[in-house]
């Protein structure tokens, strides 16, 4: 089964700082790899598929790219509503896994 | 618009089935993978299984063993029942519809289920 580890577990940034969060892979998952954003109480919403295809409706100012077993999430310019917890969520082989989760903080 | 919505019971004991089913509107089970995840209370998403339009199933290996998962493509519902319930288990529930290449797109509110004596 593939592990996917994700890190930080937690991040405090400031509003307009740029920001990435990892996930890597114990096993090749080529471009298999999407991520989520989730706050509190609210559906998980999916924001990049494919590692780097873009969710409609997604600000660009969310970007993924990576392939094999390294995958970066990155916001270029944070916005007060980006503070959430993110997941990615690797989907190349079953089983599927997810990572641990992202808390991004105001700072 | 495709729309997903968990129903079931919302509190089962201890050693019991947890059942739950997810109702599917505005679009086709054909061609598409649908899921289950849960979230323990203050914890992170774990990916519970799938299956297809087939019936064609995959499961998580923690769970393996406890878990079923079922598709009526008549109804267009897909089911989740996991067996030997413990505390553990206490989660929301949520159901999903993934594609090849395209995950976990649209997702269900979420259902919270307790397990309890």
């Known amino acids: 089964d593939i592990q996917v580890t994700q890190s930080p577990s937690s991040l405090s940034a400031s509003v307009g700082d740029r920001v990435s969060i990892t996930c890597r892979a114990s096993?090749?998952?080529?471009?298999?790899l999407a991520w989520y954003q989730q706050k509190p109480g609210k559906v998980p919403k999916r924001l990049i598929f494919g590692s780097s295809n873009l969710e409609s409706g997604v600000p660009p100012r969310f970007s993924g790219r990576g392939s094999g077993t390294e995958f970066t999430l990155t916001i270029s310019s944070l916005q007060p509503e980006d503070f959430a917890t993110y997941y990615c969520l690797q989907h190349n082989r079953y089983p599927f896994s997810f990572g641990q989760g992202t808390v991004l903080e105001i700072k | 618009q495709v729309q997903l919505q968990e129903w079931g019971a919302g509190l089962v004991k201890t050693s019991e089935t947890l059942s739950l089913t997810c109702s599917v509107s505005?679009?086709?089970?054909?061609?598409?993978?649908w899921s289950w995840i849960r979230q323990s209370p203050g914890k992170g998403l774990e990916w519970i299984g799938d299956i297809n339009y087939s019936g064609t199933a995959n499961y998580s290996p923690s769970l393996k063993g406890r878990v079923t998962i079922s598709i009526d493509t008549s109804a267009k519902q897909f089911s989740l029942n996991l067996n030997s319930a413990t505390a553990a288990d206490t989660a929301v529930y949520y159901c999903?519809?993934?594609?090849?290449?395209?995950?976990?797109?649209?997702w269900g509110q979420g259902m919270l289920v307790a397990v309890s004596s």
């Open positions: 096993q090749d998952i080529r471009n298999g």
């Open positions: 505005g679009g086709f089970l054909t061609g598409f993978y």
């Open positions: 999903s519809r993934g594609r090849w290449l395209s995950p976990l797109d649209y």
